[in-house]
């Protein structure tokens, strides 16, 4: 159910969207980070392992 927001409703509904895609980038980005983490790790630890 969305409420009248009346004059303001583009300004509010960008700034949700906004929102919604800050976050899935976030999100990405996180991801993306650990993925390099992990990998750096796993040389790190075959490196010494032999």
Known sequence: MMPDLGKYSDT????YGATIVLLVLLVLVSVWQSRRAKAALAEVEARRNG
Do not use: N, T
């Open 12 to 15: 509010v509904l960008s700034a």
